[in-house]
């Protein structure tokens, strides 16, 4: 079974600064890792994936994430965000042999203020 | 043109009747599936269907009954409504063989009272 945890239920952040939003997850087989954003009333949207290969995974709007594979970490990362990054932040993980059935970490309110 | 779409979008029903939502995704995939967000915000997959089989069923009440007439709908029928069941749901697809990257809708609202 696959677990994912984040580590921050809310991230309060200002304009322009970076925000880093914590994942580790516990698998005893080989998962792809997803990150997703919720806007308000809306669906999920993805930023990001790692299934193979380069660490660092380079996402949409400016996100990225770092897969380390020995502290079974998935970290995302944005160097400067805008007010309309404030959003939900999901971290799901998929055995990758499962049919795609995605765990999901508990969520990250992003919060940006001016 | 929307690549996942759901109705309704919003669902206030009382306790005890039944009720359907319905997806429609035109993007060619082969897999739906259904997730439940509680109010938490808390995500947690029903049902996935393959090419109209059922492939991913969780511990989810015999109430909920997933049908997918072709790959490219999928719907939910919820029997005898319970309060617990307020929620909100989303559909996803996913095309075989492209890592399981998930499309989901827009969601449906549900509220019983």
């Known amino acids: 079974a696959q677990s994912v945890t984040q580590l921050d239920s809310q991230v309060p952040v200002f304009e322009e600064a970076p925000v880093e939003l914590r994942c580790n997850y516990s698998?005893?087989?080989?998962?792809?890792l997803f990150w997703y954003v919720q806007y308000p009333n809306q669906g999920l949207q993805l930023l990001l994936k790692y299934l193979s290969g380069s660490t660092l995974v380079k996402g949409i709007n400016g996100f990225e994430a770092e897969f380390n594979k020995s502290q079974t970490s998935f970290h995302l990362r944005k160097p400067s965000v805008h007010i309309s990054d404030t959003a939900e932040y999901f971290c799901?993980?998929?055995?990758?042999?499962?049919?795609?059935?995605?765990?999901f970490g508990a969520g990250t309110q992003v919060v940006v203020t001016p | 043109d929307t690549a996942v779409s759901q109705t309704p979008k919003y669902l206030v029903t009382q306790m005890g009747n039944d009720k359907s939502i319905k997806c429609e995704q035109n993007?060619?995939?082969?897999?739906m599936y259904w997730y439940k967000q509680d109010s938490k915000k808390f995500l947690k997959i029903m049902f996935s269907y393959n090419n109209k089989e059922l492939i991913i069923n969780e511990t989810v009440p015999n109430r909920f009954s997933p049908k997918s007439p072709d790959k490219a709908h999928l719907n939910l029928h919820i029997n005898s409504l319970e309060l617990g069941d307020s929620a909100v749901y989303f559909c996803?697809?996913?095309?075989?063989?492209?890592?399981?990257?998930?499309?989901f809708g827009p969601g449906t609202r549900l509220t019983v009272t």
């Open positions: 996803a697809s996913s095309q075989t063989g492209l890592s399981y990257e998930q499309y």
């Open positions: 993007l060619g995939h082969d897999t």
């Open positions: 698998s005893s087989v080989s998962v792809y």
């Open positions: 799901a993980v998929t055995p990758d042999d499962s049919w795609g059935k995605l765990q």
